[in-house]
């Protein structure tokens, strides 16, 4: 191949890889052909390539600060020119490059140094939002595992609290329910002057320590029993009775009801629930019996005794 056909054919395949539409066996004849005349026509490439790259860019405008290193080479190198011959031609290689290079930013929109550090200062703040935003998160992880436990413990602690009040409102039950018979109690003994008063003692061993009083009124048919330290019973398996001895009525004791001994501690006050009249009582007996009472006892199980 002749060095005119070489050159064009140079300049073809130059103008394609300008472009970027060389196939890879272009590519490589294109490498080839600049290898064989890199030192006969270097400086004519040269002016070519760059001739054929700029009729190829698009018009652009050039940053600030890529203007101001052209404006600071330009003239450098026109004062050179001026000390040489007037038909000297001038080089636009210095700049060459340059221009070259800002055109390309533009042409492929790369960012300038500026965007690339306002890039970098943005990837910055986004890294340290990012970092943050985790930091929060584990944060809050925390004390959701704190608040998980907190309100386990204070679900225990109300579960515990909730049996104490239970318990306290089945107390001021039970009070509520024993308040108008201890007002009832009181009243017989303070109001009524008529009201019998006699104290309750232990009748057998089991149980010793009983102690209470029974009060009685002819006039009313009304009477209580105030009895502490008397064992609780099961309403199931047996109940305590009531007799009471009138010897002027009958022989006989009257049933004065069956009841139920529900606390180990404190005053128990009973009401007197006689079936038949009671004129004169001289005595008063607690007898332990099956569930439900007996018609006539045999007091095998004498609890307490009270006498005049």
């Not at 190198?77 to 221009?99: E, R």
């Not at 055109?103 to 986004?126: H, K, M, R, W, Y």
């Not at 049996?163 to 109001?191: M, V, W, Y």
């Amino acid at each position: 191949m002749s060095s005119v056909k070489a050159l064009a054919r140079f300049e073809e395949l130059d103008a394609g890889r300008v472009l970027g539409d060389l196939s890879a066996k272009e590519i490589s004849e294109w490498q080839t052909l600049a290898t064989e005349m890199e030192n006969i026509h270097s400086i004519e490439l040269e002016i070519l390539a760059t001739e054929l790259e700029l009729n190829h860019v698009q018009p652009c405008d050039l940053s600030s600060s890529l203007l101001s290193k052209l404006t600071d080479t330009i003239p450098a190198s026109s004062i050179n020119n001026a000390k040489k011959p007037a038909t000297q031609t001038i080089s636009i290689l210095p700049w060459l490059g340059w221009a070259a290079a800002a055109c390309l930013v533009v042409f492929f929109n790369l960012p300038t140094s500026d965007g690339i550090q306002n890039i970098s200062a943005e990837l910055t703040q986004a890294k340290t939002e990012l970092s943050n935003k985790e930091k929060t998160i584990i944060e809050l992880e925390s004390a959701k595992q704190e608040l998980a436990k907190l309100n386990e413990k204070l679900n225990s602690e109300l579960s515990i609290e909730s049996g104490k009040i239970d318990a306290l409102n089945t107390q001021i039950a039970r009070l509520t329910e024993k308040l108008p018979l201890i007002q009832k109690f009181e009243s017989l003994i303070q109001n009524e002057q008529e009201t019998q008063r006699l104290e309750f003692a232990s009748a057998s061993d089991p149980y010793t320590g009983l102690s209470g009083e029974v009060i009685w009124n002819d006039e009313k048919q009304e009477g209580y029993m105030s009895l502490e330290n008397l064992a609780v019973n099961d309403p199931t398996k047996n109940q305590y009775q009531l007799w009471i001895v009138d010897p002027e009525r009958d022989e006989l004791p009257v049933d004065g009801g069956v009841f139920d001994i529900t606390l180990k501690d404190g005053k128990s006050i009973i009401p007197i629930r006689n079936a038949l009249a009671i004129n004169k009582p001289v005595a008063f007996v607690i007898t332990l019996e099956q569930s439900g009472g007996v018609v006539k006892s045999k007091q095998e199980v004498v609890v307490a005794l009270a006498k005049s």
